[in-house]
T-cell receptor, first 112, second 114 residues
């Protein structure tokens, strides 16, 4: 049951540039989370945004949420080589939000 | 040193064998989850548990079984009924069930069927 879909599937940029990843979902949500996964590792939580929030910041990360368009974006500013990873959005369904549904992910490569 | 651990890191199984993947957490979390990840794909939920002695099927539970006898432990058994078990398995935990809690992930177990 796919809820979140990330776009693009892959993104390659130069170090120092900004990276933007998008997530679209199908049904109303309570919360949306973003996670990072380094190759062959477990996921690490980055940020949670609630349905009544429009924007949230954490360090070099900026997340926006547009519930009318059912979409979210993750912006990483001043990218570094260490930001190379896959990024996933995870959403719930407004009814019975007991579990998360993860998207396919965006594979981000930062070139030095 | 709090965290969530999985063992083994790599596991090889012959066809027809059952194997059990271990997941332990010392974060005092109530909820635990098992996910499967195939190459280049997202995570798919196998089973989850919100409290000891209770668990629910996720989206792809067929061929898998779990138990939750202790708060700290949530082992996953991959049975011979799972026709395509080669994958990366991730365990996670959260303070409570629900999407308002962040999930903490273990390092994963890579299962290969020979």
């Amino acid at each position: 049951s796919q809820q979140g879909e990330e776009d693009p599937q892959a993104l390659s940029i130069q170090e120092g540039e900004n990276a933007t990843m998008n997530c679209s979902y199908k049904t109303s949500i309570n919360n949306l989370q973003w996670y990072r996964q380094n190759s062959g590792r477990g996921l690490v939580h980055l940020i949670l945004i609630r349905s009544n929030e429009r924007e949230k910041h954490s360090g070099r990360l900026r997340v926006t949420l547009d519930t009318s368009k059912k979409s979210s974006s993750l912006l990483i500013t001043a990218s570094r080589a260490a930001d190379t990873a896959s990024y996933f959005c995870a959403t719930d369904a407004r009814q019975g939000a007991q579990k998360l549904v993860f998207g396919q992910g965006t594979r981000l490569t930062i070139n030095p | 040193d709090g965290g969530i651990t999985q063992s083994p890191k790599y596991l090889f199984r012959k066809e027809g064998q059952n194997v059990t993947l271990s997941c332990e957490q010392n974060l005092n979390h109530d909820a635990m989850y098992w996910y499967r990840q195939d190459p280049g794909q997202g995570l798919r939920l196998i089973y989850y548990s919100q409290i000891v002695n209770d668990f629910q099927k996720g989206d792809i539970a067929e061929g898998y079984s779990v138990s939750r006898e202790k708060k700290e432990s949530f082992p996953l058994t991959v049975t011979s009924a799972q026709k395509n078990p080669t994958a990366f398995y991730l365990c996670a935990s959260s303070m409570g069930g629900g999407s308002y809690n962040e999930q903490f992930f273990g390092p994963g177990t890579r299962l290969t069927v020979l």
